[in-house]
């Protein structure tokens, strides 16, 4: 219930290519669904979060889409370059959580090759 | 503005040993959580404190682990004692408020690799 599944463990894209990273969870109270990215030697940093009333949200090359039926959320990366190349990770929380604790997926390692 | 700083970046200990893991959160922020990444695994939660009370510690795995955060201000995360599945990537992070509130961002500092032989 407190899970959130994440695909593909990895990904190979050429630049110019989209990568398409998946999440997926069971818990229907979540309502706040961020994305973060992490380079080497530091830590996660918040990319894009989407709440459950809109389907989806772009910033820029990076888009993620909503499906509240299906439970599950993708992240876009449109003309992927090799400075996207980065482990992200999906997340889920409940917004009006006093604690603001996030359940993360596994992590997609993303490589854009130039 | 500096951000969210842990110490050591990496510690290498014996199985049995003791270690503390040392967090410094962005000035002014209330709310720190620690937070661990198992090799490959999702990064898991471990616990939430607002300033120097410990909301919500749901995720410690067990009483080896022992976090204060005395004052309010940096944190410690202390291993007492190690043992080889305590190895992994342990993050700091903080925010003003909750984490997950409206236009809030949550930061998180480089982490620390154990790495329990």
């Known amino acids: 219930q407190q899970q959130v599944k994440q695909s593909p463990q990895s990904l190979i894209v050429q630049k110019g290519g989209i990568s398409i990273i998946n999440c997926a969870y069971e818990?229907?109270?979540?309502?706040?669904f961020p994305w973060y990215q992490q380079f080497p030697g530091k830590g996660p940093a918040l990319l894009i979060a989407?709440?459950?009333?809109?389907s989806e949200k772009k910033e820029g090359r990076f888009t993620i889409s909503f499906n509240k039926s299906a439970k599950q959320f993708s992240l876009h990366i449109m003309d992927s370059q090799p400075g996207d190349s980065a482990t992200y990770f999906c997340?889920?929380?409940?917004?009006?959580?006093?604690?603001?604790?996030?359940?993360f997926g596994q992590g997609t390692e993303l490589s854009v090759k130039p | 503005e500096a951000g969210v700083t842990q110490f050591p970046s990496h510690s290498v200990i014996e199985k049995g040993q003791t270690v503390t893991l040392r967090c410094d959160p962005i000035?002014?922020?209330?709310?720190l959580y620690w937070y661990r990444r198992v090799m490959g695994k999702e990064i898991k939660f471990l616990l939430h404190?607002?300033?120097?009370?410990?909301?919500?510690e749901s995720g410690m795995p067990n009483n080896r682990f022992l976090a204060e955060r005395t004052g309010g201000t940096y944190s410690t995360l202390k291993v007492q004692p190690a043992e080889l599945e305590d190895s992994g990537v342990y993050f700091c992070?903080?925010?003003?408020?909750?984490?997950?509130?409206?236009?809030?961002?949550?930061?998180f500092g480089s982490g620390t690799q154990l790495s329990v032989l």
């Open positions: 992070a903080s925010s003003r408020i909750r984490a997950t509130a409206t236009n809030e961002k949550l930061f």
């Open positions: 818990n229907t109270a979540f309502d706040y």
């Open positions: 989407i709440r459950p009333d809109v």
């Open positions: 997340a889920a929380s409940f917004a009006h959580n006093q604690g603001g604790k996030l359940i």
């Open positions: 000035s002014g922020h209330d709310n």
């Open positions: 404190f607002v300033k120097e009370s410990k909301q919500d």
